[in-house]
């Protein structure tokens, strides 16, 4: 193992040390998870280098999902107001106040991407419960 000197600014350092608390770990482990955590996500290179403003992301379940970069849009969103709702690109660049222009990325990525996002959309759906 290599030793590495780290320069953090104070509040961030705060912030992580009350981390590493919390899960009963030294700063040291806490910040060697989180660049191991880092690099991997890295490593498994999901974005489509075609769709430069689309990224993945893991959301709450820990499933990396397509959203929009510099958003918290997903593209299944983008993909429903057009498909199921039956929205314009402009009306939901309005809607979620995006740019036309990201609008069409993420549909182009969903035209490129359906059967991954199909599904997500489909296991969400199976997820809510049914109303009568």
Known sequence: MSRYP???PAELKQAAEDYAAE???SLNQ???W???EKVGSL???LDDPNFPHITYRRGAAGMPAPVIRGTGIRVQTVAVAAEHWQMS???IAAEYELSEAQVKEALA???AHRAEID???AAEQAQQPAYA
Request: hydrophobic share 60%; aromatic share 12%.
């Open 34 to 36: 989180a660049v191991a």
């Open 119 to 121: 599904q997500a959309i």
């Open 43 to 45: 490593r498994q290179r």
């Open 6 to 8: 780290l320069n953090l």
């Open 30 to 32: 806490f910040i060697m």
């Open 23 to 25: 899960q009963g770990v």
């Open 109 to 111: 990525f969903y035209a």
């Open 89 to 91: 690109p402009a009306e």
